[in-house]
C-alpha cells in the first residue's frame, strides 16, 4: 500500500468513528467507517495476515485497533512492510478513541485532527462545514461578529442569543446560530477548562478536547448547568470552530498589548489574524490546535494561499503546550514548508518576536 492510500482509510476510518460518536441511534452505521475497515481488511489479507481477519467486526475493530496507537495495529506484520509504512508521515498517529463504559467510546483529539484534514467530499457532511459555508456568504463584518460569538460562547442561555439576534437583525445569522447551537444534555457541567459541557460517566470525566480531562479536574467543584436555559455548541463547532478561536483571540489581544493593530480572519478568513504595526509591517498568522505534528505536516503541506499572502512574514502557531509535549513538533511542520516564507512556532515564541518588533518601532 503507497502512502495515499494509507492515508485514504485512516482518514476513512477517523470520519467514521466521528459519525458514530455523534449518531444517536441504537445501532449507529458509518459507511465511512466500514469503508476503512475493508481497506485494513483486504491489507491484512495482502499480508498474509489472516488471524486479523477473523472476527474483524466493528466493535473488535474499535476494541483491537482504533484504542490503540496505529504502529501497534501492525505489530507481528511483517518486516518488510512494518519498515516501509514507518516512514508514512499519519504511521505516528495515536490512539482513535478512548474506550468508555458499556461499549461507548468517544474520540481522541488526534483523530479530530484526522477529521479537520479531511477533503471535502467527506468533511462537507460534518456539521462545522455547513455553518462555516453559512458563514462564508455573509460580509466581512458579519462573518467577523458572527465567528467571534461562537468563539466567546461554548455555552449560552437563550436570553444572550435572543439578545444578539436582535443586535444583528439578520435572518441569515438567525439561521447560523441556530444551526450551530443545540440543547445540552442533562446532568451536563461546565467544563473548567474551555468552558463547553462535561459529562461523567461514572468517575470518568468527558468533554470534546481530551486535554480538558487530562488534568483529572476535581469533580466535585464542577459547575452544574440549567439545562432548561441554556444551549451550547455542537460538537464539531466546539471542536473545530471554538477551541482554535480561542488561541486565534488570545494572540489578538497579545498583540494589541503591544500597540499593535490587528484584524480577524482578514480577506474571507484565508487567514487567522493579520497583526500591523507601527511600521505599517504586517505579519499573518494562522493559529493551529493539531496535537499530531504530522496530522499538521499533511494540512500546510500544500496552503499554498497562506504562502502567498501578502505580509512580511507569515507563521502557523501552534500552542506552547503542544512543543512541551513534543519537543520536535515544530521541526516536522518546517520540514515541509517553504522556510523562506512561512514558519511553524509556538504563542510563546511570537509573542517574544511581537514585543521585540513593537519595542523596535517604539524606540
Not at 17 to 38: A, F, M, R, V, W
Not at 105 to 132: P, R
Amino acid at each position: 500500500m503507497e502512502e495515499l492510500g494509507f492515508d485514504r482509510m485512516l482518514y476513512s476510518i477517523a470520519v467514521g468513528l466521528y459519525e458514530k460518536e455523534q449518531c444517536t441511534d441504537k445501532y449507529p452505521y458509518s459507511s465511512y467507517l466500514s469503508y476503512g475497515i475493508n481497506m485494513f481488511a483486504a491489507l491484512a489479507l495482502k499480508n498474509g495476515q489472516k488471524d486479523v481477519l477473523s472476527g474483524l467486526h466493528e466493535a473488535a475493530f474499535i476494541t483491537d485497533y482504533a484504542a490503540k496507537p496505529v504502529k501497534e495495529w501492525f505489530a507481528g506484520w511483517k518486516k518488510e512492510f512494518t519498515e516501509k509504512i514507518s516512514k508514512y508521515q499519519l504511521f505516528q498517529t495515536g490512539a482513535l478513541v478512548i474506550l468508555g463504559e458499556n461499549q461507548t467510546f468517544y474520540i481522541t483529539d488526534e483523530c479530530a485532527d484526522l477529521n479537520d484534514n479531511t477533503e471535502n467530499d467527506m468533511f462537507n457532511a460534518l456539521t462545522q462545514k455547513h455553518i462555516y459555508q453559512m458563514m462564508k456568504m455573509l460580509d466581512p463584518d458579519q462573518y467577523t461578529s458572527v465567528r467571534k460569538f461562537i468563539v466567546e460562547h461554548p455555552i449560552c442561555s437563550e436570553k444572550e442569543i435572543r439578545k444578539y439576534k436582535m443586535k444583528c437583525g439578520n435572518p441569515d445569522i438567525w439561521n447560523i446560530i441556530k444551526e450551530a447551537y443545540e440543547d445540552i444534555p442533562s446532568d451536563s457541567y461546565r467544563c473548567p477548562k474551555c468552558g463547553w459541557t462535561m459529562r461523567l460517566y461514572g468517575v470518568q470525566t468527558y468533554c470534546c478536547n481530551r486535554s480538558c480531562t487530562e488534568e483529572h479536574p476535581d469533580i466535585e467543584h464542577l459547575e452544574k448547568l440549567d439545562v432548561t436555559d441554556n444551549m451550547r455548541l455542537k460538537h464539531g463547532v466546539m471542536r473545530y470552530m471554538c477551541l482554535p478561536g480561542k488561541l486565534e483571540l488570545d494572540i489578538k489581544a497579545r498583540a494589541e498589548k503591544y500597540g499593535c493593530k490587528t484584524a480577524l480572519w482578514p480577506e474571507r478568513d484565508r487567514y487567522d489574524i493579520k497583526i500591523i504595526f507601527k511600521n505599517e509591517e504586517i505579519w499573518a498568522v494562522d493559529a493551529k490546535t493539531h496535537l499530531n505534528p504530522y496530522a499538521l505536516a499533511e494540512s500546510v503541506r500544500s496552503d499554498r494561499a497562506f504562502a502567498s499572502v501578502p505580509a512580511a512574514k507569515r507563521f502557523f502557531v501552534i500552542p506552547e503546550k503542544r512543543k512541551q509535549e513534543r519537543k520536535d513538533y515544530c521541526d516536522i511542520c518546517n520540514a515541509v514548508l517553504p522556510t523562506e516564507t512561512v514558519r511553524c512556532i509556538t504563542d510563546r515564541e511570537l509573542f517574544r518576536m511581537i514585543k521585540k518588533e513593537a519595542e523596535n518601532d517604539n524606540s
